[in-house]
């Protein structure tokens, strides 16, 4: 499986932006994902996760209430929609793939097989 982030962008704070990532190979259709981002001089931390069937979703503090993450099977891709952005979400968001077998959610680094490249976000005050 190879995935393809795309859609980050300069934005000013406040405003939206959505994430893409695309994937290759039949089987993605069935792995969790989720997205995480890394902002510079900090570790890679969790942003938000969707399960194998695209029904339970899981989101960090931070961006609850602001990100959505969601996935459509029949293009094999998974969206971030991002709202009300701040200058602290600045960051490399990378989307990751993790063929589970329990529909779960996976908030850890480890959890997951497959990531795609960064895609940059920057945030201006």
């Known amino acids: 499986v190879q995935l393809q982030a795309s859609g980050g962008g300069l934005v000013q704070a406040g405003g939206s932006l959505r994430l893409s990532c695309a994937a290759s190979?039949?089987?993605?259709?069935?792995?969790?994902v989720g997205w995480f981002r890394q902002a510079p001089g900090k570790e890679r931390e969790f942003v938000a996760a969707?399960?194998?069937?695209?029904?339970?979703?899981l989101y960090a503090e931070s961006v609850k209430g602001r990100f959505t993450i969601s996935r459509d099977k029949v293009k094999n891709t998974v969206f971030l929609e991002m709202n009300k952005l701040k200058p602290e979400d600045m960051a490399d968001y990378y989307c990751?793939?993790?063929?589970?077998?329990?529909?779960?959610?996976?908030?850890?680094?480890?959890?997951?097989?497959?990531w795609g490249q960064g895609t940059l976000v920057t945030v201006s005050s």
């Open positions: 190979g039949r089987t993605f259709s069935t792995y969790a």
């Open positions: 969707c399960s194998r069937s695209g029904l339970s979703t």
């Open positions: 990751a793939a993790n063929p589970a077998i329990l529909s779960a959610l996976y908030r850890r680094l480890s959890d997951y097989t497959y």
